[in-house]
């Protein structure tokens, strides 16, 4: 059974980088495969969710447009874990952050429980 947990600081500041850490227990991230990828998506207070962006396999990554220019993910494979940076946050970033197994189609099967940032000075 695969299991996700994201780990990082509730609170951040304006303009600072935002980073989460999603370790991934029961599978790992390098197993080969075209039926999923590792990725982050947040749900701001009272809206819907958004997907952030994921990491395959291999270590190909695809962003959200609207925000590539502030996101990177990271993996360390020895550690079985990939980690989101999000930087010149601003309160507009507050969210509940979810690391997930994006199996396509805006589906994921594996989600970890989230983890609530709010961003304020």
């Known amino acids: 059974q695969v299991q996700l947990q994201e780990s990082g600081p509730g609170l951040v500041k304006p303009s600072q980088t935002l980073s989460l850490t999603c370790i991934v227990s029961g599978g790992s991230i390098t197993t080969s495969s075209i039926a999923y990828n590792w990725g982050w998506i947040r749900q701001p207070p009272g809206k819907g969710l958004e997907w952030m962006g994921v990491i395959r396999f291999d270590g190909i990554i695809w962003y959200s447009p609207s925000l590539k220019s502030r996101t990177s993910i990271i993996r360390d494979t020895s550690k079985n874990h990939f980690s989101l940076q999000l930087s010149s946050v601003t309160p507009e970033d507050t969210a509940v952050y979810y690391c997930?197994?994006?199996?396509?189609?805006?589906?994921?099967?594996?989600w970890g429980e989230g983890t609530r940032v709010t961003v304020t000075s």
């Open positions: 997930i197994r994006d199996v396509g189609g805006w589906s994921y099967d594996y």
